[in-house]
């Protein structure tokens, strides 16, 4: 969709630009899930979603809503498992996207 709408070029452009913006909001995300309130963590969830889907992320961002979903339920326990997998899924999704060969940076 982003290279039939942008070319070739200006999708490379957008998905790199959204794997940066994902790297630095799941490091936030990092950071709340150890000293933040659970709301600001709930906050910058929410806003990885739409960056996620737009480079057609869709796992991490069902993951990333189930998170939040854990948050809402003031499940501590389920909250890490969570974002444990959250982690996981977001380090092969940007491994895989970076790999592609599709991708020529």
Do not use: Y
Request: hydrophobic share 45%.
């Amino acid at each position: 969709m982003l290279r039939s709408d942008l070319g070739p070029f200006g999708a490379e452009d957008i998905v790199c630009r959204a794997m940066e913006d994902i790297s630095q909001r799941l490091f936030h995300i990092q950071r709340l899930a150890i000293d933040g309130p659970p709301e600001d963590l709930h906050k910058a969830l929410r806003a990885l979603c739409p960056v996620a889907e737009q480079i057609g992320l869709k796992s991490m961002a069902q993951v990333s809503r189930d998170v939040m979903l854990c948050i809402e339920d003031a499940d501590p326990v389920a909250v890490a498992a969570t974002l444990s997998r959250l982690t996981r899924i977001a380090e092969q999704s940007l491994v895989r996207l970076w790999n592609s060969p599709e991708l020529s940076v």
